[in-house]
């Protein structure tokens, strides 16, 4: 049974920085491509960045690029997220998913990916 733990979400103040991990146990996710999104109060859960199997491609929504820096470990089985320069309208709970096709990850619905986390929430007050 594939779990997908995240962690390091929590309170942090606009412009500041913190750093999301994923933790795969149960089997080797080195061949999937595994991605990031967000749900804030009252919306949809939103794709946030994409990585492929072996880090060489990634993807970012508009509203992050060049604040955040999706990245993988496969010898961990481990997915990140650093997020820098955070803002307000970054509030959500972040879920970690994973799927052996990266256009999965960014295409509706959702359910069709195959692994998701539970999800860690993140607060950036103003």
């Known amino acids: 049974q594939v779990q997908l733990i995240e962690s390091g979400g929590g309170l942090v103040q606009a412009g500041g920085s913190l750093r999301l991990s994923c933790a795969a146990s149960?089997?080797?996710?080195?061949?999937?491509?595994m991605a990031w999104f967000r749900q804030a109060p009252g919306k949809e859960r939103e794709f946030v960045a994409v990585?492929?199997?072996?880090?060489?491609?990634?993807l970012y929504i508009d509203a992050v690029e060049g604040r955040f820096t999706i990245s993988r470990d496969n010898a961990k089985n481990t997915e990140y997220l650093q997020m820098n320069s955070l803002k307000p309208e970054d509030t959500a709970v972040y879920y970690c998913?994973?799927?052996?096709?990266?256009?999965?990850?960014?295409?509706?619905?959702?359910?069709?990916?195959?692994?998701w986390g539970k999800g860690t929430p993140v607060t950036v007050s103003s």
């Open positions: 998913a994973a799927d052996p096709s990266l256009s999965t990850l960014t295409r509706r619905p959702l359910s069709a990916i195959e692994y």
């Open positions: 149960g089997r080797t996710l080195s061949s999937y491509a």
């Open positions: 990585i492929n199997w072996s880090g060489s491609n990634t």
